[in-house]
């Protein structure tokens, strides 16, 4: 449990993510890891939290009607407010049990092209959740940091963080962004089209669960070279009849489903390398480019951005994890980082 160490220290590194939130203790590394879904019983108009994470996601797309399932962020940043809330306070909660008389230090990653708003959001959760100071570092950064990459040297490093709301792609050099885009697609997007797909080609209609573990179990970013791929069975509703149906799809098909997102990651990387300084340009050709977040996963994806790029890419060693090691270095090395942590806007 807890050692005398633990009682005083207890800063922390949260990344809230789209998807997931990590939570990294200083001193411990991740300690939390669970999806951002809250569920809520709805009484007489007045809202309870029911479950937190894993237990909430669960419910998510199963529940009766007083019931909510809700993910507060939304491509990246706080969609919901008040729930958001309520979700950094559970997760603080949960890994700072014993220490409630030492307030934490957190420090919280946000999409590079979060507005001031969103940014004022962001710090005002986590400090009415109970933070003693609330700092902001960019997820590139962060994202680049988890990776290993050195970013602190005067060459040019290249990142793409895909997460389940947004992909930012970020050029930096000198310990700071030179270039970054974020665009809106993400694993949220990828589990769109594949709904969107079943719709249109097999007329049947999946939830966001099934959508999402076809992606990850066959989810592929290139058409497999025997044009079909492995299968999987899935089931979900029959719009032409309404009943319930299971059907089988393939990898080929759902490469076809996820042509569109996949298509505008590697644009998006494409404008980033058109956009760079030649001089840097030149050291990423050297360095090659590297794959952090959850959709980094997505199967033959570095080769398919590889094909469209030309460039060496690499996927991340704990690509999930990546922007919350980051986040958590950042805390430990603070003072060589001080100028990549905003504590106040």
């Known amino acids: ?51 937190v994470g894993e237990d909430a996601k669960l419910m998510l797309g199963r529940t009766p009607g007083s019931i909510e399932a809700i ?3 939304r491509d990246g940043v706080i969609a919901d407010f008040d729930t958001a809330e309520e979700m950094i306070k559970h997760f603080i909660r949960k890994v700072h049990r014993r220490s409630t008389f030492s307030k934490p230090k957190i420090i ?3 999409p590079h092209g979060a507005t001031p708003v969103e940014k004022r959001a962001i710090r005002q959760s986590v400090l009415s959740a109970g933070a003693r100071r609330a700092g902001l570092i960019a997820e590139p950064i962060a994202a680049a940091i988890g990776a290993g990459m050195p970013i602190t040297d005067p060459t040019g490093s290249m990142v793409v963080d895909i997460g389940g709301g947004t992909t930012e792609v970020a050029v ?11 665009v809106r697609v993400g694993g949220d997007r990828m589990d769109e089209a ?21 992606k990850t179990s066959i989810g592929t970013a290139r058409m497999p070279d025997d044009g079909r791929g492995q ?36 644009e998006a990387v494409m404008t980033a390398l058109e956009a760079t300084p030649p001089d840097l340009a030149a050291d990423i050709v050297d360095r090659g480019v590297m794959l ?14 590889r094909e469209q790029t030309g460039l060496a890419i690499s996927v991340a060693d704990e690509s999930l994890n990546c922007v919350a090691l980051g986040t958590g270095r950042a805390l430990e090395y603070e003072k060589q980082l001080r100028h990549v942590i905003d504590y106040d806007s």
């Open 292 to 305: 952090t977040g959850g959709g980094a996963l997505l199967g033959q994806l570095d080769l398919a951005l």
């Open 108 to 110: 919280v990653c946000v």
């Open 231 to 266: 299968s999987m069975h899935i089931r979900g509703r029959d719009l032409l009849n309404g009943v319930p149906k299971e059907t089988e799809i393939t990898q080929a098909q759902v490469a076809e489903a996820l042509a569109e997102p996949v298509q505008q990651i590697c």
């Open 172 to 182: 930096l050099s000198l310990g700071d962004i030179v270039y970054a885009r974020s």
């Open 194 to 214: 594949i709904i969107n797909y079943l719709r249109r080609q097999h007329n049947l209609l999946i939830g966001e669960s099934t959508a999402e573990r076809i």
């Open 71 to 73: 993910r507060p962020m």
């Open 1 to 51: 449990m807890l050692g005398l160490g633990g009682l005083f220290s207890s800063d922390m590194a949260i990344d809230l993510g789209t998807a997931n939130t990590l939570v990294f203790v200083k001193g411990k590394g991740i300690i939390l890891s669970e999806p951002s879904v809250v569920a809520y019983h709805v009484k007489d108009g007045v809202k309870k939290v029911l479950a």
